[in-house]
């Protein structure tokens, strides 16, 4: 079996695979300090708890956008697992795709396996939209090569910086307002602050995606995915799929083209 890890900024999601189905998932929050044998504590319960033997774990595969947590989670691979930890996109897990933008080496981990993964499963130019700490879009073209996107503010971000630079404004939850889709005129503070944030920020992925197949000029699918993904399904017509394990996916896809 195989440990896939996706660390981002906010929370790290492992998974267990058996080759290319995944067999569970378990997320945690993000703490570069968290050593090695607190990962083991908490991972050996959920393991015990689903029936899941840990010695049949023979590979551990890490993408992180948080370089201060690889050491535990290598000490993490090393001593429970007895494996050298993998890492998205260094040998033998290259990434085995063109990276055709300006810079490639600041492409993020997670956007390349997503880009892996989304041209596995889909065919075609696609838009990969990530809802996770930061927003991504990124133009995957036909031929599977990452050509760019666009980083955005999460909407959690959006939501913390009102709230902390508006000494009167209070702390609302993140939903879809209470009441018709179409009703955009909030009657108390708590509601015109929810639709200000998720209305708007409907608007704003839709705006800029709309504005990104403009300019890629051929029909183009989109694919959303990232913890968020749920919340905005079903409230715009702008995606084609939903994977909210498209990440993970990718990861083990990486390993099974390996051959490991």
């Known amino acids: 079996m195989l440990l896939a890890i996706d660390v981002g900024n906010t929370n790290a999601v492992f998974a267990l695979y058996d080759g290319l189905e995944q067999l569970s998932r378990w997320r945690i929050s993000t ?3 968290r050593t090695a044998d607190e990962y083991a504590v908490w991972l050996d319960q959920l393991l015990t708890m689903q029936n899941f033997d840990r010695k049949a774990i023979k590979n551990v595969i890490v993408s992180t956008v948080v370089p201060r947590a690889m050491h535990n989670l290598s000490q993490l691979s090393q001593k429970y697992f007895d494996a050298d930890l993998l890492i998205a996109g260094r040998a033998p897990v290259e990434w085995g795709i063109t ?3 300006e810079e490639p080496s600041s492409l993020g981990a997670d956007r390349a396996v997503n880009t892996i993964a989304a041209h596995h499963r889909h065919a075609g130019d696609l838009i990969v939209i990530d809802f ?4 991504t879009i990124d133009f995957v073209d036909y031929n599977g090569a990452y050509k760019g996107g666009i980083i955005a503010p999460g909407i959690n971000i959006s939501l913390d910086a009102l709230v902390n630079a508006a ?4 702390r609302v939850a993140i939903e879809v307002p209470e009441g018709e889709s179409h009703n955009v005129i909030g009657r108390t503070t708590e509601s015109q602050m929810q639709i200000g944030v998720f209305w708007g920020y409907v608007s704003l992925i839709e705006g ?3 504005r990104m197949k403009q300019q890629i000029g051929r029909p183009t699918k989109v694919i959303a995915t990232g913890g968020l993904a749920v919340l905005f399904d079903g409230h715009s017509d702008i995606f084609d799929a939903v994977e909210t394990d498209l990440t993970l996916g990718g990861l083990a896809l990486m390993v099974h083209r390996a051959g490991l």
């Open 132 to 135: 996770g700490t930061a927003t």
């Open 167 to 170: 000494a009167k404004l209070p």
């Open 208 to 210: 800029l995606i709309e």
């Open 99 to 101: 990276v055709d933008v």
């Open 31 to 33: 703490d570069p300090r």
